[in-house]
């Protein structure tokens, strides 16, 4: 079993940035395919946020924080970090990291296999 485990959460305001991160622990092997982080805010569908291939690190960002983020990994301490700048109102949600072991498109959550608990980010105005 993979356990994924967020920190970096909480309030900011508007203009600020906030740095998360999601370390990656498991009782065996495990090898990744992908990590990313994704969003949901209260009433709205879970969104993509950024994304990595493992091996390649190759990243991709969603339409919402294109330009102002940036995913990086440290391979050895087996965490991907997010970092979002110019924090607007609309970026409030959960934040979930996840990490897929298979083949498969980085943006889509339903082939994720493993979840992290979340972490609120709230950005005041």
């Known amino acids: 079993q993979v356990q994924l485990v967020e920190s970096g959460g909480g309030l900011v305001q508007a203009g600020g940035s906030l740095r998360l991160s999601c370390v990656a622990s498991?009782?065996?092997?495990?090898?990744?395919?992908?990590r990313a982080w994704f969003r949901q805010a209260p009433g709205k569908e879970r969104e993509f946020v950024a994304g990595?291939?493992?091996?390649?690190?190759?990243?991709y960002y969603g339409d919402s924080v294109k330009g102002r983020s940036t995913i990086s990994r440290h391979v050895g301490k087996n965490t991907v970090y997010l970092q979002v700048d110019t924090l607007k109102p609309e970026d409030t949600a959960v934040y979930y990291c996840?990490?897929?072991?298979?083949?498969?498109?980085?943006?889509?959550?339903?082939?994720?296999?493993?979840w992290g608990q979340g972490t609120q980010v709230t950005v005041s105005s």
């Open positions: 996840a990490a897929r072991a298979g083949y498969g498109a980085v943006y889509d959550d339903r082939s994720y296999d493993y």
């Open positions: 990595m291939r493992w091996i390649t690190g190759t990243t």
């Open positions: 498991s009782g065996r092997a495990f090898s990744t395919y992908s």
